[in-house]
Nanobody, 118 residues
């Protein structure tokens, strides 16, 4: 499954962005059973898992983003989204989407940069 992430940019603290991840060339029977996750990697830090959405729509979040970020998916469009609100300078990172399924293994998107200015 090939993933393309987009939607990053430069935003002031307190601002919002909507990140998108599309599973290009995937068919529904491939995408729908997969779990989608968003991760981020700040400069000099390890990549961290921040949001998960299962095939049934159940969600989970890292404590650092809970209440500010929302993950969603649109199976018809083979997309996952990450709505990021109330951004802080410490949210500055490259954001990656990830797909995992039993049948098709794991795939990563190329990353999209979010920069939050104070």
């Amino acid at each position: 499954v090939q993933l393309q992430a987009s939607g990053g940019g430069l935003v002031q603290a307190g601002g919002s962005l909507r990140l998108s991840c599309v599973a290009s060339r995937a068919i529904s029977s491939t995408f729908n059973p997969g779990t989608m996750t968003w991760h981020r990697q700040a400069p000099g830090k390890e990549r961290e898992l921040i949001a998960t959405i299962t095939p049934t729509g159940a969600t989970d979040y890292a404590d650092s983003v809970k209440g500010r970020f929302t993950i969603s998916r649109d199976n018809a469009k083979k997309r996952a989204y990450l709505q990021v609100n109330s951004l802080k300078p410490e949210d500055t990172a490259v954001y990656y989407c990830n797909f995992q399924s039993r049948m098709n293994g794991e795939s990563w998107g190329q990353g999209t940069l979010v920069t939050v200015s104070s």
